[in-house]
Structure formats: structure tokens, C-alpha cells
């Protein structure tokens, strides 16, 4: 079985262009999950979708970032424009149904770096 | 503000010892408890999951949780120069799961 998928691995953008990052969930699995790591810091959560619905969205740094995940599917995560202080590595992580079974699984993460 | 804490390191051990790696939370309400190992490079991959108050053991790997203290930690058995990696705690009271900084481990040859 496949697991959580990123695409692409690494993205070199410059500052003000705009870049779409999409993550394919285990399949079957309802929870999605985007988290950030920027250097030299803690993997921060950005969102929290249930199938198409956005369950939690407390992480978005601000307005330039929008996640979607039409259909339940895949999710994209879009910056717009992107700053230098965007630069890190993005998860993406899936779990399954339940309280107690939300052991996530990660995706190889997508390293963005804004110049 | 829901945090979780975790001494950043490094924490150096020799190959042979026993690692032992904190972590503390601050929502009473959080019912799961994990583990990650994280590469670098790489993407942090699940290594132990604690729900219920105790020890839980798994080949060289053992978690140890205290919800009145609220504190959970991973005991490394024998450490290898394999397991030098960064080990992160993460918190779940529901479906979000907050991660702690993570503490770097080095297991030295």
C-alpha cells in the first residue's frame, strides 16, 4: 500500500511568485494534516482537514496560505505570494477514523526555499 | 496555548547505554502519546504509541507516561549509533497533534 505522497520533494521559488504543494493521503484515510518545519524549529501544525472540511485552520500563518482538499482526496497547499520567511520543509501527514487512532503518518515532506 | 516540551539536546550517550528522552505537555485532556524519529532529511517516522498510564515496551524502545505529572518519556535500550537521530513527542487530545521541538540524540561509537 502506498503511503502519503508529497509533491514536489523540493521547490526553489523567488520571493513574491506563488507555489502549490500537494500531498495524496493514504487512501481511505479521512484526516489530513499539513505541519511546517522551519529551520531550527518545532514541526508546526498549519491545518486539520476531515475529508473536504477544514477541521482546524488555527496554524495558517496568515491569508497567503490556502489549503484545499476537493473531494476528499488529495490536498493542495498554495502560497501567495510566498516571502522569505516561508522557506522551510512542509508535511503532510494522514490518519484514520477515531480519538485514539490518530497515529499520523508523514509524507517525505516538500522543502520549499524562497530566495 | 497547548505546548509540549522537550529538552532540544544534544543529549550524547555511548553505544551499549540507555537513552532516555523527556517530554511534557500542558493539556490534561490529551489522551494519545507518541513518538517520532526523524532523520535528517527525512520525514519523522512513528516509532511508539502510549494511551494508558505505564510503561509500554517494544523491542529496544520504551515509553513511559505519567498523566498526573503529564509527562511521557522513550527509554532507548542498548542505543546504536543508528538511533542518533531527533526524536520529537507529539500530543493528541482529539484529532490535532501537537509536536514538541524535539531533542537530538548522538549515540556515539
Known amino acids: 500500500e502506498a503511503g502519503v505522497t508529497q509533491f514536489p520533494s523540493h521547490s526553489v521559488i523567488e520571493k513574491g511568485q506563488t507555489v502549490t504543494l500537494r500531498c495524496d493521503p493514504i487512501s481511505g484515510h479521512d484526516n489530513l494534516y499539513w505541519y511546517r518545519r522551519v529551520m531550527g524549529k518545532e514541526i508546526k501544525f498549519l491545518l486539520h482537514?476531515?475529508?473536504?472540511?477544514?477541521?482546524?485552520e488555527s496554524g495558517m500563518p496568515n491569508n497567503r496560505f490556502l489549503a484545499e482538499r476537493t473531494g476528499g482526496t488529495y490536498s493542495t497547499l498554495k502560497v501567495q505570494p510566498a516571502e522569505l520567511e516561508d522557506s522551510g520543509v512542509y508535511f503532510c501527514?494522514?490518519?484514520?477514523?477515531?480519538?485514539?487512532?490518530?497515529?499520523?503518518?508523514f509524507g517525505q515532506g516538500t522543502r520549499l526555499t524562497v530566495v | 496555548q497547548k505546548e509540549v516540551g522537550q529538552n532540544s539536546g544534544p543529549l550524547s550517550v555511548p553505544e551499549g547505554a540507555i537513552a532516555s528522552l523527556n517530554c511534557t505537555y500542558s493539556d490534561r485532556g490529551s489522551q494519545s502519546f507518541f513518538w517520532y524519529r526523524q532523520y535528517s532529511g527525512k520525514s519523522p517516522e512513528l516509532i511508539m504509541f502510549i494511551y494508558s498510564n505505564g510503561d509500554k515496551e517494544d523491542g529496544r524502545f520504551t515509553a513511559q507516561l505519567n498523566k498526573a505529572s503529564q509527562y511521557v518519556s522513550l527509554l532507548i535500550r542498548d542505543s546504536q549509533p543508528s538511533d542518533s537521530a531527533t526524536y520529537l513527542c507529539a500530543v493528541s487530545g482529539g484529532f490535532k497533534t501537537i509536536f514538541g521541538a524535539g531533542t537530538r540524540l548522538f549515540v556515539k561509537a
Open positions: 482537514f476531515v475529508k473536504e472540511s477544514k477541521q482546524d
Open positions: 501527514a494522514s490518519s484514520g477514523q477515531g480519538a485514539l487512532n490518530t497515529e499520523a503518518f
